[in-house]
């Protein structure tokens, strides 16, 4: 991430160039000749390079912005102007301007400095390092952008791990990664194949049993300051989905690597509330395997016993997502009581269909948890939107073999709407929402807050649902 400092001025003899959000209808009259002569009037998604004796000036079009997401677009539009420079260090011009929008400034330009680049021996433009973020109080802006840093970082972490290779990240890896958190001061707990096999998690072992690399369940836990249920996130964690047995086409396949950006965008969010030591209590719960092929693969057809007891009868082995978020759930709710449950994941292709890649699909049992996942998703730019769990999507998972089949068959299915009336199955009566982010995951093209490919969606959003609803404890 951008290394960030709060200042007053320019640094001395400093040769970067000065990034300024303008306003629609606002350019500072010493640049009005030039940006008339541009036609440049700052709205949004306009940017003027004017270079000049004085050094480099951006002017970044703005509009008229009315929440942080707005001046976090400009930022990253900033940060975009500055890479095409090939600028390593940005000075952000947020006089002026009050500590909320100077903090949702420099956080838009963190998101969008952001690079995969862990893998590549070179690199076709220089990497943006450093952020002079000019303000008028540093004091006074300084609250503000610890509490945009620590989301910033959290997204940005769940986008590092979602752009790891299936061969880099695996489940042991994964794990690794994950208990590196503790010094953040998440507990982390991590249950390997035999404390999965004594507990009963019978679907998260049949899903990643013929991967060369065991399936585990980690436990992250950030307990806050006051007394309350945890509020649980349940993250899907497949490091690579060939299908299994039911195999994918070649064509799309690599991306698969990345269907593990739910349990990464959990992890992303406990790293969030850790770092500006949100009182709320809360645990993510995150199932983590590969969907191989093997001799030992399950099969469709197959009944397994999940860690609630009830048995599902396999449909198709490429529907593995919620057959480990059904252990996952469970094993949350049993062992913590939560006070609500969320689980993300990248878990169908008809949620994509439906929305496409810039909203996440949400359903669950309880209408204010859903309408507060609503507006914290719009608080942070990550928007869902609300698809039903009808009688007739739990009728079609009827078994004559099982308890319940996971998936129906067939083709033009509601599919989205099926996984979540199977999840449904094991959230028992807390509670609960789920988000499908398919879609959302990975960025199809460029954006603002950053370049094309993994998202980060969802670490914000629920570190926004802590902040918004959760971190009163007169509410409990």
Same mark, same amino acid.
């Given at each position: 991430?951008?290394?960030?400092?709060?200042?007053?001025?320019?640094?001395?003899?400093?040769?970067?160039?000065?990034?300024?959000?303008?306003?629609?209808?606002?350019?500072?009259?010493?640049?009005?000749?030039?940006?008339?002569?541009?036609?440049?009037?700052?709205?949004?998604?306009?940017?003027?390079?004017?270079?000049?004796?004085?050094?480099?000036?951006?002017?970044?079009?703005?509009?008229?912005?009315?929440?942080?997401?707005?001046?976090?677009?400009?930022?990253? +539009? &900033?940060?975009?102007?500055?890479?095409?420079?090939?600028?390593?260090?940005?000075?952000?011009?947020?006089?002026?301007? =009050?500590?909320?929008?100077?903090?949702?400034?420099?956080?838009?330009?963190?998101?969008?400095?952001?690079? @995969?680049?862990?893998? +590549?021996?070179?690199?076709?433009?220089?990497?943006?390092?450093?952020?002079?973020?000019?303000?008028?109080? =540093?004091?006074?802006? %300084?609250?503000?952008?610890?509490?945009?840093?620590?989301?910033?970082?959290?997204?940005?972490?769940?986008?590092?791990?979602?752009?790891?290779?299936?061969?880099?990240?695996?489940?042991?890896?994964?794990?690794?990664?994950?208990?590196?958190?503790?010094?953040?001061?998440?507990?982390?707990?991590?249950?390997?194949?035999?404390?999965?096999?004594?507990?009963?998690?019978?679907?998260?072992?049949?899903?990643?049993?013929?991967?060369?690399?065991?399936?585990?369940?980690?436990?992250?836990?950030?307990?806050?300051?006051?007394?309350?249920?945890?509020?649980?996130?349940?993250?899907?964690?497949?490091?690579?989905?060939?299908?299994?047995?039911?195999?994918?086409?070649?064509?799309?396949? /690599?991306?698969?690597?990345?269907?593990?950006?739910?349990?990464?965008?959990?992890?992303?969010?406990?790293?969030?509330?850790?770092?500006?030591?949100?009182?709320?209590?809360?645990? !993510? *719960?995150?199932?983590?395997?590969?969907?191989?092929?093997?001799?030992?693969?399950?099969?469709?057809?197959?009944?397994?016993?999940?860690?609630?007891?009830?048995?599902?009868?396999?449909?198709?082995?490429?529907?593995?997502?919620?057959?480990?978020? %059904?252990?996952?759930?469970?094993?949350?709710?049993?062992?913590?009581?939560?006070?609500?449950?969320?689980?993300?994941?990248?878990?169908?292709? %008809? !949620?994509?269909?439906?929305?496409?890649?810039?909203?996440?699909?949400?359903?669950?049992?309880?209408?204010?948890?859903?309408?507060?996942?609503? &507006?914290?998703?719009?608080? *942070?730019?990550?928007?869902?939107?609300?698809?039903?769990?009808?009688?007739?999507?739990?009728?079609?998972?009827?078994?004559?073999?099982?308890?319940?089949?996971?998936?129906?068959?067939?083709?033009?299915?509601?599919?989205?709407?099926?996984?979540?009336?199977?999840?449904?199955?094991?959230?028992?009566?807390? @509670?609960?929402?789920?988000?499908?982010?398919?879609?959302?995951?990975? +960025?199809?093209? /460029?954006?603002?807050?950053?370049?094309?490919? =993994?998202?980060?969606?969802?670490?914000?959003?629920?570190?926004?649902?802590?902040?918004?609803?959760?971190?009163?404890?007169?509410?409990?």
């Amino acid at each position: 991430m951008l290394r960030v400092r709060l200042r007053r001025a320019e640094r001395d003899g400093a040769a970067d160039p000065r990034a300024m959000p303008v306003r629609q209808g606002a350019v500072p009259p010493r640049f009005a000749r030039a940006a008339a002569a541009a036609r440049f009037t700052g709205g949004v998604g306009q940017v003027l390079d004017l270079p000049g004796p004085e050094g480099r000036v951006l002017l970044i079009g703005a509009g008229a912005p009315r929440h942080a997401t707005g001046w976090e677009a400009a930022g990253g +539009r &900033a940060a975009a102007a500055a890479l095409a420079c090939g600028a390593r260090r940005l000075a952000l011009d947020a006089r002026g301007l =009050p500590p909320a929008a100077a903090a949702a400034l420099a956080a838009g330009a963190c998101l969008r400095a952001w690079r @995969p680049d862990r893998w +590549r021996t070179r690199t076709e433009e220089a990497p943006l390092a450093a952020l002079d973020l000019l303000v008028d109080d =540093p004091a006074a802006t %300084a609250p503000f952008w610890a509490r945009a840093e620590a989301a910033a970082r959290g997204c940005l972490l769940a986008r590092d791990l979602t752009a790891e290779p299936g061969n880099r990240l695996t489940t042991r890896e994964f794990a690794a990664r994950l208990e590196a958190l503790s010094e953040h001061g998440i507990a982390v707990d991590v249950l390997g194949r035999k404390r999965l096999a004594r507990a009963g998690c019978g679907a998260l072992l049949a899903v990643g049993r013929a991967a060369a690399h065991p399936p585990r369940l980690a436990v992250l836990r950030w307990r806050g300051s006051f007394a309350a249920p945890p509020v649980a996130f349940i993250g899907k964690g497949i490091t690579f989905d060939t299908g299994g047995l039911s195999l994918k086409p070649a064509e799309g396949m /690599e991306a698969m690597r990345g269907d593990m950006a739910g349990a990464a965008a959990c992890a992303g969010a406990m790293l969030a509330l850790a770092l500006r030591r949100s009182p709320a209590p809360a645990v !993510a *719960v995150l199932a983590l395997a590969e969907n191989a092929i093997g001799a030992d693969a399950y099969r469709p057809g197959d009944v397994l016993a999940t860690l609630s007891g009830r048995t599902v009868e396999v449909v198709d082995t490429d529907a593995e997502g919620r057959l480990v978020l %059904a252990d996952a759930l469970h094993y949350a709710r049993t062992r913590f009581a939560p006070a609500a449950m969320l689980d993300l994941a990248t878990l169908t292709g %008809a !949620a994509v269909t439906a929305l496409g890649h810039h909203r996440a699909a949400l359903f669950g049992t309880d209408a204010a948890l859903l309408a507060q996942v609503a &507006a914290a998703g719009e608080a *942070v730019g990550e928007p869902v939107w609300p698809l039903p769990i009808g009688a007739r999507h739990r009728e079609d998972l009827a078994s004559d073999i099982a308890d319940l089949r996971q998936c129906a068959t067939g083709r033009l299915l509601p599919d989205a709407c099926h996984a979540a009336a199977f999840l449904r199955e094991f959230a028992g009566g807390v @509670p609960w929402a789920h988000l499908d982010i398919a879609g959302a995951a990975r +960025r199809a093209e /460029e954006e603002p807050l950053g370049p094309k490919g =993994p998202s980060g969606f969802g670490a914000r959003l629920l570190d926004a649902l802590m902040a918004m609803y959760f971190e009163d404890p007169d509410r409990h």
